[in-house]
């Protein structure tokens, strides 16, 4: 039996789009993704896949005016906990605690800047660890004017040391870095928001692709602390990052 992965650790992206048809063929084909049919609790939801085994969510968002945006999801022992926690400092609550089926029990939330994360409490889905496989979740990045306090937060919630590493923080889980925390004063009217980054071979191939499938780049290819990385946007104006995986 497969263990649930430790609180703390990064474990599902999940995109809301207003077009899911045509989310569903973009990443297909950048991503190299199938699909198959998940928990209905949110509305219309599947899963996508890599070689049979699951990476991400993909849902309808049906809230008048809500941006096309990646969810970044927790594994956390007790979701209700967890989100009591949040209410407590300083986050907000949005969704839940509820049963997502028999995969789990999940939340949406928010921390005290306002940005959107999930709890995952994994059941009969216990979730994918970020990691360099093509197509997969390879990071997860907060950025967040206000760096020290959500250095505070996130390790209250969560349970878990936040530390100094290449230029910014980082959470730790089990002794290594999961998931970064990067001060940034001038968010272009942007709301603070977790960054959600996919495994891919070649970060300019991918840029290049996803111009053919009728998206964005936001951020030409660019040399990172953690490999060759690439700013996109989907056609539904869904943004999210390539990172090169590791050779």
């Known amino acids: 039996m497969e263990l649930r992965l430790a609180q703390g650790t990064p474990c599902w992206v999940s ?5 899911l ?3 569903r063929a973009f990443y297909g084909e950048l991503l190299g993704w199938t699909y198959s049919p998940g928990p209905a609790q949110l509305g219309v939801y599947v899963r996508a896949e890599l070689d049979g085994a699951p990476v991400a969510g993909l849902g309808v968002s049906t809230a008048t005016g809500f941006p096309v945006q990646w969810t970044t999801y927790f594994a956390v022992d007790d979701a209700d906990r967890t989100a009591q926690l949040v209410r407590e ?3 907000t609550v949005a969704v839940g605690p509820l049963q997502a089926e028999r995969a789990g029990r999940m939340a949406i939330v928010a921390d005290v800047s306002g940005a959107v994360f999930g709890l995952w409490q994994g059941e009969e889905h216990l979730g994918r660890e970020t990691g360099v496989e093509p197509g997969g979740p390879a990071w997860a990045e907060l950025l967040t004017p206000d760096a020290d306090g959500a250095a505070s937060f996130y390790a209250t919630v969560l349970d878990r040391p936040v530390r100094p590493t290449d230029g910014e923080s980082a959470l730790f889980v089990q002794g290594r870095p999961v998931a970064g925390i990067r001060h940034h004063a ?3 009217g942007h ?3 977790w960054r959600t980054h996919f495994a891919v071979r070649d970060a300019a191939l991918a840029a290049r692709r996803t111009v053919e499938l009728g998206g964005r780049i936001l ?3 660019h040399d990172t602390a953690h490999g060759r990385a690439a700013r996109l946007a989907d056609p539904q104006g869904g943004h999210f990052s390539v990172l090169e995986a590791a050779a």
């Open 15 to 19: 995109l809301l789009t207003h077009d």
């Open 21 to 23: 048809p045509g989310a």
């Open 89 to 91: 400092c300083g986050g």
């Open 186 to 188: 001038d968010l272009r």
């Open 191 to 193: 709301p603070p928001r």
């Open 219 to 221: 951020v030409d290819p």
